[in-house]
């Protein structure tokens, strides 16, 4: 009962609105690009053998799925309850199965019975391998969901562009699947030189891309902001990047155990026509649009952009508040937030940009609100003089206040 009552504390105390505590997570494959606040102290605090921080989770449920040494409650997110001079920390998976729809909304809750997306920022120095993520009939195989996710590259987190801000997106039209398929056969003979069969993409700041499952991509250094389905199932059909060499093992992550071996299942998990589309990055490209006139918010002192809006399993926003400025902003649906710049008054929460974090300190740039709390209006209040409040926003599946 302890957790139920803490549960409901934390929501009593922030008014509809949870503060969550920062959830690093570690890639064993990855250079971290050093753009996403960790003190540079920090970076490999967990150990060499489990690769640099260079990843940092928002609004989770979902475990990361880093192998054997994968630490306890690794990407999951923490609530933060302040009791006096006590400060208690829960799973937020924990307080959305105690309140269920209080928190989400029971038209997620219903559905899901969970909370199904999670955000994260993305920050490698180098490019990533050319890979894939299932979608939700292979996924289902190894007992996990597909996974479509999104990119936005918040320019508060990008002054420099990392060794390669280009990606390789899809294949290129006229390609052959046998071409393909021998890249696999020739993942262990060094370079198998699959991104011969790409187009590599300039990433701009400000800008975004939507990737369903079964997209073949080698992400760019851009630090990214990425909204996703609660999912962590990927597999490297890439062998060699940046001159490092890929283990096989992971070209067969996420294939069934029978099927390991089978290069045929590997291009099966390949959503063919999407990937040779001769209009790829116009069907998946995305520039930020308004939500509402932009004369309209601008005259209230704030502006709002759906910066992720091609996918129904998840959506985001960018919330600029001006300089002097009180708001109020609603939202059909409950959501994540992180602040990327500026300082001020989230509800009864003071607001605040860290310039820099150490590994397990706590923040006031991130936290989580309720169905019932975007519905009524969050007052956003900006004290400054000079520096806007800049908020990422993301939301679940289906968000009614965005239409396709």
Not at 277 to 289: T, V
Request: glycine share 8%.
């Amino acid at each position: 009962m302890a957790n139920v009552s803490l549960a409901a504390k934390a929501l009593e105390q922030g008014k509809g609105v949870l503060r969550l505590a920062p959830t690093w997570v570690p890639r064993s494959f990855c250079v971290p690009g050093r753009r996403i606040k960790l003190h540079p102290d920090d970076y490999y605090v967990l150990g060499g053998v489990r690769g640099g921080i260079d990843e940092r989770w928002l609004s989770s449920t979902t475990p990361a799925k880093n192998g054997p040494l994968t630490g306890e409650h690794e990407g999951l997110s923490k609530v933060v309850f302040q009791d006096g001079d006590t400060t208690e920390q829960l799973l937020l998976k924990d307080v959305i199965d105690e309140l269920k729809g209080e928190i989400i909304g029971d038209r997620l809750w219903d559905e899901y019975k969970s909370w199904p997306m999670y955000s994260k920022f993305f920050d490698n120095m180098g490019p990533l391998p050319h890979h894939i993520h299932h979608n939700d009939e292979k996924a289902a195989l190894v007992g996990q969901n597909g996974k479509p996710e999104a990119y936005y590259f918040p320019p508060q987190l990008n002054n420099h562009g990392g060794d390669f801000p280009y990606t390789f997106f899809g294949i290129t039209p006229g390609t052959t699947k046998e071409q393909i398929k021998q890249c696999l056969m020739d993942f262990n003979k060094g370079d198998n030189k699959i991104t011969n069969f790409s187009s590599a993409y300039k990433l701009e700041p400000g800008t975004g891309w939507d990737v369903p499952p079964g997209i073949l991509h080698a992400p760019g250094s851009l630090c990214t902001y990425e909204p996703q389905k609660a999912s962590d199932i990927f597999a490297m059909y890439q062998s060699l990047v940046n001159e490092a060499i890929v283990p096989e093992e992971l070209l067969w992550n996420g294939t069934p155990q029978d099927k390991i071996g089978d290069y045929d299942e590997l291009v099966s998990v390949i959503d063919w026509e999407a990937n040779v589309d001769p209009n790829f990055a116009a069907n998946h490209f995305m520039m930020p649009k308004p939500v509402r006139p932009l004369e309209d918010m601008q005259a209230q002192g704030y502006v709002e952009n759906w910066i992720c809006y091609k996918s129904t399993a998840y959506s985001a926003k960018e919330l600029t508040v001006m300089p002097g400025a009180t708001v109020t902003i609603k939202d059909a649906a409950a959501y994540g937030i992180i602040v990327m710049q500026g300082h001020g008054k989230f509800g009864v929460w003071d607001i605040e940009t860290p310039a820099l974090i150490r590994y397990g300190q706590l923040t006031n740039d991130e936290f989580f609100v309720s169905e019932a709390a975007a519905k009524e209006g969050v007052v956003i209040s900006n004290p400054s003089a000079t520096d806007p409040i800049v908020i990422l926003k993301h939301f679940g599946p289906n968000n009614p206040d965005l239409v396709l």
